[in-house]
């Protein structure tokens, strides 16, 4: 159990009452249930400092009390946790095959999503679809009437460190798009924050933000879909995402394996996307975009070169694995989008590879854990939504 000490600029009781607001809606998101008298130990506030603000936090629908419970300093005290019912985040991400939307609860629960596909055009065009798509979730009968907190969206590649523009996404053809200024006139009327961020650090930050229990020493979530990419999120004691000096951190499916390989679409050559991913895996195959891989895959998984094609790529996929344990050592590798469902055939090969090239050091110290995610399609646009809590809670200025 971790405890939040408050400091704060002498005399500023503004920012000094933001920064306590802030720590209580943290340990009550993170400790669902904790009462006012363990808040109070907790944040080194005094009981009546803590009361006072959790009065006001329950008077603004931010929290809702349970019942009275036994709690760990000796007299009973009543649950507090997120009130779920009032506001909504919204979440969404911009594919290379299709539009994701995701409407979720202060705790991640989904109210409504949807999904479309579509193929990738102009920063324009597929702005307005996604507009469009934000519209018809927020008129879902579960979202509808609630408080608009933020929208975050992800996209497949990297974000700029200090201003939402998407540097560079190779499979969409995209370079230097401020996509939510592209995508403000067709949502005038949403409130903020919204906010743009990579899709596998987006996923990456959703999966320890909105995870109960013990959180993870360093999860790397790997994002395999048209192309590849991972997120890189330290989870204890306080959740971050590692992005690099220039923001271009995990930037995996880049990474070169093959000096003097294939071209990529980023304009370097033998990067893993040339091995392992889905626009690889389609051009070996001479598959067309537009339908999904496994579903165009199905009738032809006994035939030999998909079985060859996916074996190569599945060891390439095992080498990157490998690769990532040795440099970072992370606790828990996530694997999700849409490759992870064509299975064993590519799977396999990877998990075999990764295990047979295990340094002593790290197979004598195992504790790493392989999660396989194939219901990964709504993480990115989830985690999305995860961090507009994350800056609504940290910018409590915004909470009245
Ligand atoms: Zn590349």
New binding site residues.
């Given amino acids: 159990m971790t405890s939040v000490p408050i400091h704060a600029r002498a005399g500023d009781q503004g920012f000094l009452k933001q920064l306590n607001r802030s720590a209580v809606l943290e340990l009550i998101r993170r400790e669902p249930g904790i009462s006012r008298a363990e808040l109070a130990a907790r944040t080194q506030l005094t009981k009546v400092t803590v009361g006072a603000m959790v009065q006001e936090l329950l008077d603004q629908g931010w929290l809702v009390e349970g019942s009275l419970q036994q709690g760990s300093l000796g007299r009973p005290g009543r649950a507090l946790h997120l009130n779920e019912r009032r506001h909504v985040l919204l979440g969404a991400e911009v594919g290379v095959q299709g539009l994701r939307v995701v409407a979720c609860t202060l705790t991640g629960r989904a109210l409504g999503q949807r999904a479309i596909l579509v193929p990738s055009t102009t920063p324009e065009a597929t702005a307005q679809h996604l507009a469009t798509l934000i519209m018809e979730v927020l008129t879902y009968p579960e979202v509808a009437g609630r408080e608009v907190l933020g929208l975050g969206v992800a996209v497949p590649g990297p974000v700029a460190l200090h201003d939402p523009t998407l540097l560079f996404a190779?499979n969409l053809g995209w370079r230097d798009v401020p996509f939510l200024t592209v995508l403000k006139p067709f949502l005038p009327d949403l409130p903020g924050p919204w906010l743009l961020e990579n899709e596998a650090k987006a996923a990456a930050f959703g999966e320890v933000y909105f995870s109960g229990g013990d959180k993870p020493e360093l999860l790397a979530y790997l994002s395999l879909g048209t192309g590849i990419g991972s997120g890189l999120m330290v989870g204890a004691p306080v959740p971050y995402l590692l992005r690099g000096a220039q923001g271009l951190a995990g930037e995996i499916?880049?990474s070169v394996l093959q000096s003097g390989g294939l071209y990529?679409?980023?304009?370097?050559r033998g990067?893993a996307?040339?091995l392992v991913s889905g626009w690889a895996i389609r051009a070996a195959l001479d598959i067309p975009p537009g339908v999904p891989l496994e579903t165009a895959l199905q009738p032809r998984m006994q035939d030999a070169d998909v079985q060859v094609t996916l074996r190569r790529a599945g060891e390439a996929l095992g080498m990157l694995l490998t690769n990532l344990h040795h440099t970072l050592n992370p606790s828990d590798i996530v694997l999700g989008g849409s490759l992870t469902r064509l299975g064993e055939p590519l799977l396999g090969p990877a998990l075999a590879f990764f295990r047979e090239h295990q340094h002593d050091l790290y197979a004598r110290t195992a504790s790493i854990s392989i999660h396989i995610r194939t219901d990964s399609t709504f993480l990115p646009a989830r985690g999305a939504a995860a961090q507009v809590l994350a800056s609504v809670f940290h910018e409590s200025s915004v909470l009245g």
Avoid: A, S
Wanted: hydrophobic letters at 0%; a negative charge; one cysteine or more.
């Fill in positions: 190779p499916g880049h990529c679409h980023c304009g370097n990067c996307e040339t």
